[in-house]
């Protein structure tokens, strides 16, 4: 049977394995868990017809309607994901993240702190992004990344603070390191950016 841990709500039609833990306290809340206290955690919010396999949304995160995730997947504290996403295998979104509406996030991608993506994004098998130039070497903002709507992302990373435009498409493999406009092309390490063929300048095919 699931755990669904204080002020949790789980919408109408849901199918939640015995794995799934919804609302689990994040670090002001934890001292809450296993005690008389523990329905004053906040939770979490889950929408309506989700299938949740084995994983865990922190308390304050929400899940829209209609979303369906893999096993052993990750949603921190006061992240959203929108209606009708796919949260892999292995996915992990942390803390104050904006995933859109019908978004595909393949097996083992990782989502940093701060993300914001569109609508109808499709992220490959292990596609990384970044939010911290110089890991534990200077004192530095997380700058997380933006994805405007219809971006495909292949296998690949996206360094700190990077821009994807609408309709762009980010190759398997490349390391972009710079903003990538509208409806364009990166490809290589580091990317370059070249123009999207013809057959590829239209929306993807999420949510139909």
């Known amino acids: 049977m699931a755990r669904v841990i204080g002020g949790s709500t789980i919408g109408e039609g849901c199918f939640l394995d015995r794995d799934v833990v919804i609302g689990y306290p994040s670090g002001d809340e934890l001292p809450l868990l296993d005690g008389d206290r523990e329905a004053e955690i906040a ?52 803390n104050d993240c904006r995933v859109g509406d019908h978004c595909s996030l393949q097996t083992g991608v990782y989502i940093p702190t701060g993300s914001r993506i569109g609508d109808r994004c499709f992220l490959g098998p292990n596609a990384t992004l970044t939010n911290d130039r110089t890991p534990l070497r200077t004192d530095y903002r997380l700058e997380g990344g933006t994805l405007a709507n219809d971006v495909t992302i292949g296998a ?34 580091p990317a370059r950016i070249v123009d999207l063929p013809e057959n590829l300048k239209k929306p993807n095919r999420l949510g139909e």
């Not at 994983?55 to 209606?83: C, F, I, N, Q």
């Not at 360094?159 to 762009?168: K, L, N, R, T, Y």
Request: glycine fraction near 20%; charge should be negative.
């Open 43 to 94: 939770g979490a919010t889950v929408g309506d017809d989700c299938t949740l396999r084995a994983g865990t949304l922190y308390s304050r995160a929400r899940l829209g309607s209609g979303v369906r995730s893999g096993h052993g997947w990750l949603v921190r504290e006061d992240s959203t994901v929108g209606d009708g996403c796919l949260i892999g295998t292995g996915v992990t979104i942390d």
């Open 156 to 189: 690949n990373a996206l360094m700190p603070g990077i821009s994807v435009g609408e309709g762009a498409f980010i190759a398997g493999g490349a390391v972009v390191t710079r903003d990538v406009p509208a409806w364009k092309m990166a490809v290589g390490v």
